[in-house]
């Protein structure tokens, strides 16, 4: 059987990058309801791409069209019924998402409404990879533990790993419910995580490298800088990043070559070409001092040649104001992997530049990162060059 030209229009729209977005939901194409095969569930949900696991969806106040099981007539739910493709002329495709209204009014009748009207590529700049909506899931959840405890920050029982740096049971907790959520949708992962270090062999392809908690100093003193950070790593290189802000509520997540998001926004790198108009982030070291003098020095001579210098405390979150354009540069030495993951993904993903201090890409393994917009990011680097020592060689 012939499909014809209007029937295709109307299942799948293709926008200039020329990827695809499938008609129906998850849930119709695990019980082939379209008649569309499938090789797997993976490649339903990429394709697809406005359903987060379990049913949730990307796309602001719809709900998720896979929990087939409820009685949408007692919730009274609006549900996501598919969308359809218009051309105009002049302009790229239109999709029309459709809503099915459910009320216990009228007995039960169905209307169709159009709720909202989306071009191809801003569905798809909603789309999200499986695996980061997995991470932003994890994310949220360990926020939400978090948030609570931040309410009795004074009833919290604080340890000490090491001089000036501390770990609570928030820690634990909101790391133990990222690794459950990580656990039940990748069981072979390996994991990298702050508090209970590395499982799941170090060979492993795929691997998770978590901070529940960047700024742990910061939140059992009250002050308000401090994120979850979640980042996925394939054979060595990051491919997702998820940083999430729970005391702003602020979701920034970005997939490699599919760029960076805050909340459902995109975001870029801010347009500053001179670092005399530079505001520039940094963090001073507190585990070890033996490089105290050359980060002084370096501090100094910014101070001069930028618009100003800012120190929050918790690196994982500068670097996501970087890429949203709060700040303009970002360098910091002695970081931990899971410190800067998600954040440099998010930097490049935004038109920025990451680095160590060598110029390369090696800042995972030196812990040493210098980060900017494209104009900042040269003479930043530099200047920081400058002052390198022995012991500061990468």
Request: net charge negative; proline share 3%; charged share 25%.
């Given at each position: 059987m012939h499909t014809t030209a209007k029937g295709f229009a109307q299942r799948r729209t293709m926008n200039r990058a020329g990827k695809y977005i499938g008609?129906?939901?998850?849930?119709?194409?695990?019980?082939?309801?379209?008649?569309?095969?499938?090789?797997?569930?993976?490649?339903?949900?990429?394709?697809h791409g406005l359903h987060r696991p379990r049913g949730g969806a990307d796309i602001p106040g719809v709900t998720g069209a896979a929990k087939h099981h409820t009685n949408p007539v007692k919730q009274g739910l609006r549900r996501f019924v598919g969308w359809k493709c218009r051309e105009q002329s002049g302009h790229s495709s239109l999709v029309h998402i459709k809503m099915r209204d459910y009320s216990n009014d009228s007995g039960g009748a169905v209307r169709c409404n159009t709720l909202r009207t989306y071009s191809a590529r801003q569905v798809l700049y909603k789309a999200m990879h499986p695996a980061l909506n997995i991470a932003v899931k994890a994310a949220r959840r360990?926020?939400?533990?978090?948030?609570?405890?931040?309410?009795?920050?004074?009833?919290?029982?604080?340890?000490?790993?090491r001089q000036s740096d501390f770990v609570t049971e928030v820690d634990k907790a909101a790391e133990a419910a990222i690794i459950e959520v990580l656990r039940e949708a990748y069981p072979n992962h390996a994991i990298l995580a702050e508090e209970s270090g590395a499982?799941?062999?170090?060979?492993?392809?795929?691997?998770?490298?978590?901070?529940?908690l960047d700024g742990t100093t910061n939140f059992i003193h009250g002050f308000p800088q401090f994120a979850v950070s979640i980042a996925l790593a394939?054979?060595?290189?990051?491919?997702?990043?998820?940083?999430?802000?729970?005391?702003?509520n602020e979701l920034f997540t970005a997939s490699k070559g599919r760029g960076a998001f805050l909340n459902d926004r995109r975001i870029r790198v801010s347009k500053r070409i001179?670092?005399?108009?530079?505001?520039?982030?940094?963090?001073?070291?507190?585990?070890?001092?033996?490089n105290i003098d050359t980060y002084l020095a370096i501090f100094k001579e910014l101070a001069g040649k930028t618009a100003g210098m800012r120190r929050p405390g918790a690196a994982a979150l500068d670097l996501a104001w970087v890429a949203c354009g709060r700040l303009d540069g970002f360098w910091e030495f002695g970081l931990s992997p899971w410190d800067m993951a998600a954040g440099t993904l998010l930097i490049s993903e935004a038109g920025g530049?990451?680095?160590?201090?060598?110029?390369?890409?090696?800042?995972?393994?030196t812990g040493n990162l210098v980060a900017g917009t494209p104009k900042v990011f040269s003479p930043l680097l530099q200047l920081i060059q400058s002052h390198k020592t022995a012991t500061l060689n990468r």
């Open positions: 008609r129906s939901c998850g849930a119709c194409f695990r019980n082939g309801i379209d008649g569309t095969q499938r090789r797997n569930k993976v490649q339903a949900a990429e394709t360990a926020g939400q533990i978090i948030s609570r405890a931040s309410l009795d920050v004074d009833l919290l029982k604080v340890t000490t790993k499982s799941g062999g170090s060979q492993a392809e795929y691997q998770w490298i978590i901070d529940p394939h054979n060595g290189q990051v491919t997702q990043g998820v940083v999430y802000d729970p005391e702003r001179k670092l005399d108009d530079a505001l520039i982030g940094t963090g001073f070291p507190f585990r070890e001092l033996d530049l990451v680095s160590d201090l060598a110029g390369e890409s090696s800042y995972l393994e």
